[in-house]
């Protein structure tokens, strides 16, 4: 009997210490779940923090973008209104010029004093004053931008048949370094390089100072490359690379040159 009670008593001990175990594991098990619910809601904080900071980024970035590409717009704008106001500077100042040339030409000569005691006029002088053209500088504008329309057209025939008309009538036109590289280049893209070359070398020789001479070099090299004259052509590049470092021209000069053999 009392070894029974006694093995009784010990099942009741071992019983009681499972239930607690128990419990001690589903406080564990709600402390963990606590712990990771507080983890959770920090990841999200965290992620939602991460995401504003980078729409706020966007925004910002999107912002400078709009920014720049307005200053953008103003640049392209103010260098139009440049590029017009010195057009019109030089057609002014070349119409003032013309105008000059036109009364010194046209001016009367000395009468005989015979003629003079006559009242008669020297012959001719009356109809040479009558006959003197009128230079308008309209005429000649619209002449260059009608060749050069059917260049932006790709009509490279009825471009070079206009820019040669151009040369013909103003030879003297500010319009004329401008005249000489788009020949070249309608005549490049006609592959016509032997007339493409002379309209280059016009440009490039007589007209240093044109804008378009750096173009006009890189475009010398290319026809002569076109026409086997490779040390033409390396010479060409050299020369441009050293007179027009700065040059996009140039960039594309020691892109060339490193291909040529």
């Known amino acids: 009997m009392r070894l029974r009670a006694l093995l009784l008593a010990g099942c009741c001990i071992a019983a009681a210490g499972s239930a607690h175990a128990g ?45 720049l590409r307005g200053q953008n717009e103003e640049l392209a704008h103010g260098l139009q209104d440049a590029e017009k106001r010195q057009k019109d500077f030089y057609i002014d100042l070349d119409t003032r010029l013309r105008r ?51 260049f932006r057209a790709a009509s490279y025939q009825n471009a070079i048949n206009g820019f040669q008309e151009f040369l013909k009538n103003f030879p003297d036109s500010i319009f004329v370094p401008n005249v000489h590289y788009w020949l ?23 007209y240093a100072y044109s804008p378009n001479t750096p173009d006009a070099m890189l475009g010398t090299a290319n026809c002569q490359q076109a026409l086997k004259s490779v040390a033409g052509a390396k010479k060409t590049l050299k020369q441009l690379i050293a007179k027009y470092p700065a040059s996009e021209a140039a960039g594309k000069a020691k892109k060339l040159l490193a291909t040529l053999k």
């Open 100 to 150: 000059f040339e036109a009364v010194d030409n046209s001016a009367p000569a000395p009468q005989s004093a015979a003629a003079a005691a006559s009242g008669v006029p020297a012959a001719g002088t009356e109809a040479q004053q009558d006959a003197a053209p009128v230079y308008d500088p309209a005429v000649e504008d619209r002449a260059y931008e009608a060749a050069y329309a059917f």
């Open 23 to 67: 419990l001690l594991s589903d406080d564990e098990a709600r402390k963990q779940i606590q712990q990771l619910e507080a983890r959770t809601s920090k990841l999200e904080e965290s992620q939602g923090r991460s995401l504003i900071d980078l729409q706020t980024q966007i925004d910002t970035l999107n912002a400078d973008l709009r920014k």
């Open 184 to 206: 070249g280049e309608s005549y490049f893209a006609q592959q016509d390089y032997k007339n493409a070359l002379t309209s280059y070398q016009q440009l490039v020789t007589h």
